[in-house]
């Protein structure tokens, strides 16, 4: 799965603070963890989430 990097644009700061609130929430993940975590799959095979495939 490939994700655009956000730095430097406007979704910057929204992903600053979901890696805040998960952290507050004890959880020790990145903005891409986070999003494979909430995406679902809608055609094809399921992806990997070893962290090979990053």
Request: no cysteine; charged share 35%; hydrophobic share 35%.
């Amino acid at each position: 799965m490939k994700f655009i990097d956000i730095r430097g644009t406007s979704q910057e700061n929204i992903a600053k603070e979901v890696v805040e609130v998960a952290k507050r929430r004890g959880l020790e993940l990145n903005f891409q963890d986070f999003w494979k975590f909430r995406s679902r799959l809608v055609r094809g095979q399921q992806p990997s989430t070893d962290k090979r495939d990053v």
